[in-house]
């Protein structure tokens, strides 16, 4: 890509980035501070002692500390859309966000409070002060610098976080690098997305020990804040004020830009990048606003979510799969996802860095094949036609390792769809999907060792919705425009190892 194509997403990126970090920041210091002084002052010897309350939230608060982001992400996806109304976008990443840095920053606050002289806290007790005004007149103000340090390195942290965020469609620059660099293998955008993400965490890290120092040297004869001169004091009060204001305008800018449920012409599709989100860019583009249709892309880098958005009517549709592919996952979830239009059939292709040819793989190979239900099976039946395996008999669809009748000594290494092309570093062989093939700059037409035939393939990619969205007359337009002659003329010219395959489905 060309710097005046990434460079819109670097900015939207960008302020992604800081919305999510600002709104997550704010959350965990309104919660995270009031939790740190209750661990304190529940302690042993402390105001309000109480082993039992002081275990419980040590608890709580270590069980947050513990999970890693991108677990805990997802196994809030059902809290997190009970609580914003959707659990991908930007606001379905600064949930999880919030809820990881709550603890984080508690554990924080509670090292920095206890930092400070507890004579300070009797000495405010002994003259009749309660407990409020011990934190408010003695804890706080004397832990402020370390307080400060704290925040400092929560924001960092949650800025390292938010680089995950594109598993729930959340974008930032992470998302960017993801996309962008690492899925469409563009080492220029990994590049520029890192050094960027390398100077927001200098600046941050240079702000705040800035003010930790400033504080610090003023709080030396007493509370820090009453300590600084009034200059000192403005010019806190003024960047904090910026801060905030940027935070919230971010998070404005993000939250608003998000998509929302638009007028009642808008259609927003869950997509994978290359070729789905490209296609649909295309029609967009091209095609969708003299048919009278506001469309809008989301994508996503894997191939869970934009069934899962589509099933809560989060967006109202995606474009990603087969037909096979739905229905395992109608099945598992329960969910009543339909087809309505093919538009083109992508061939599994078998790849290799060591071998032009089938035959040149026998025992003592590893071949990789996707891990997901549908696409294993697709791999699987690849292979057997090629004569590498023999399935068993009856084997359907969805075959799996357990259905191979003979190996011929091939070793089968099980992957997630995206990493196969990635694979073929480490492995013999690769049998990969079309998309992440032609993503990975993959032509299956003279680079696969061996590919499915087209005709009368069931692995038509289509574009679905909820079952009762089918009939609606905005999905309806959107399939026209995905079998028009222009998306034809499209896919021939862009995607040339791809067949289209036009017309209803289901």
Known sequence: ????????????????????????????????????????????????????????????????????????????????????????????????????????????????????????????????GSTWTVVVKALLPQALPSLVAGLTTTVIALVGYSAMAGAVGGGGLGDVAIRYGYQRYEGGVMLVTVVVLVVLVNVVQLVGDFFVRTLSDRS???????????????????????????????????????????????????????PHGEILDFVRDNLAEDAGIDLRVREFTDYVKPNEAVATGEVDANFFQHTPFLDDYNDKNGTDIVPTVGVLVEPLGLYS??????????????????????????????????????????????????????????????????????????????????????????????????LEKAEGNPYVNILAVRSGDADDPEIRKLGELLNSPETKAFLEKEFPSSVPVFGPVG
């Open 1 to 128: 890509m060309s710097w005046t194509e990434i460079r819109p997403e670097l900015l939207t990126g960008l302020w992604e980035t800081l919305a999510m970090v600002g709104w997550a920041a704010l959350v965990a210091v309104v919660l995270g501070t009031p939790l740190g002084v209750l661990l304190v002052l529940t302690d042993r010897g402390r105001p309000l002692e109480n082993v039992l309350v002081n275990r419980i939230v040590g608890l709580v608060v270590n069980i947050g500390r513990s999970l890693p982001f991108i677990i805990l992400m997802l196994a809030l996806t059902a809290f997190t859309r009970s609580l914003v109304g959707t659990s991908i976008g930007l606001k379905g990443a600064i949930v999880p966000l919030a809820v990881s840095a709550v603890p984080f920053f508690a554990r924080l606050v509670e090292t920095a409070v206890r930092e400070v002289d507890a004579g300070l806290a009797e000495a405010v007790q002994a003259m009749g």
């Open 220 to 274: 030396a004869r007493g509370a820090a804040w009453l300590r600084i001169s009034r200059p000192a004091r403005a010019g806190v009060a003024a960047v904090a004020g910026v801060a905030l204001v940027g935070t919230l305008t971010a998070g404005t800018i993000g939250l608003t830009s998000d998509g929302g449920d638009g007028g009642a012409n808008t259609v927003t599709v869950a997509a994978t990048p290359v």
């Open 353 to 450: 860095n060591e071998t032009d040819d089938v035959s040149g793989l026998g025992a003592g190979d590893t071949v990789a094949v996707p891990n997901d239900t549908t696409n294993e099976g697709r791999a699987l039946h690849l292979l057997a036609a090629e004569g590498l395996i023999e399935l068993k008999d009856g084997t359907g669809l969805n075959a799996t390792p357990g259905d191979i009748a003979d190996d011929r000594g091939l070793e089968i290494q099980e992957l997630e769809a995206a990493q196969t092309p990635r694979a073929l570093q480490d492995v013999d062989a690769a049998v990969v999907n079309g998309n992440y093939a032609i993503d990975s700059g993959l032509d299956p037409r003279t680079d696969a060792v061996a």
